[in-house]
């Protein structure tokens, strides 16, 4: 990573809409996996600059964001990426489950559509409902949602 930009957005709260002092809706996604894992980063990292995560708890946010692949190796495909909330490569593995998620390019990539296809489907409400979304708001599918579609598209090449 070139900077620490990305790192800080994952460790600091999410900006607030509305002040009045109310807490922020989401959680960052450090911390999310951290507690996926069952892993207690205690409370003085909220207030340092440069904290300093568990290892497994880095390597589990890579995962499930697409930067790291199973084995825990940068994905090549994405190293010179730009800005901009990019989709995977290739599926992404859940910290808390362990779990396969597929997004709206891998299911259009099978269904021979362009993403933006699935994303209009989707909101006009022509698409098999997402089971969630991951650590930075992109809509999923676990692997077995998404063989559902497919099949029920007569697609024969699962995940």
């Known amino acids: 990573m070139k900077s620490r930009t990305a790192a800080q957005k994952w460790h600091k709260p999410p900006a607030q809409k509305a002040m009045e002092g109310k807490p922020p809706a989401n959680k960052p996604a450090l911390h999310v996996v951290a507690e996926a894992l069952g892993i207690d980063l205690g409370d003085d990292i909220l207030v340092t600059s440069a904290p300093r995560f568990p290892v497994e708890v880095v390597l589990a946010l890579g995962k499930a964001l697409g930067y790291l692949d199973r084995s825990g190796r940068i994905v090549e495909e994405i190293a010179n990426k730009g800005r901009g909330r990019w989709l995977p490569v290739e599926p992404t593995i859940d910290p808390a489950s ?27 409400g022509h698409f098999t409902d997402s089971d969630g979304t991951d650590e930075i708001g992109r809509v999923f599918w676990w692997v077995p949602t998404a063989n559902k579609i497919l099949k029920d598209k007569n697609i024969g090449d699962r995940f």
């Open 98 to 124: 362990g779990r396969r998620r597929v997004y709206t390019n891998h299911l259009a990539a099978k269904l021979g559509v362009k993403n933006s296809s699935i994303e209009m489907a989707l909101h006009r």
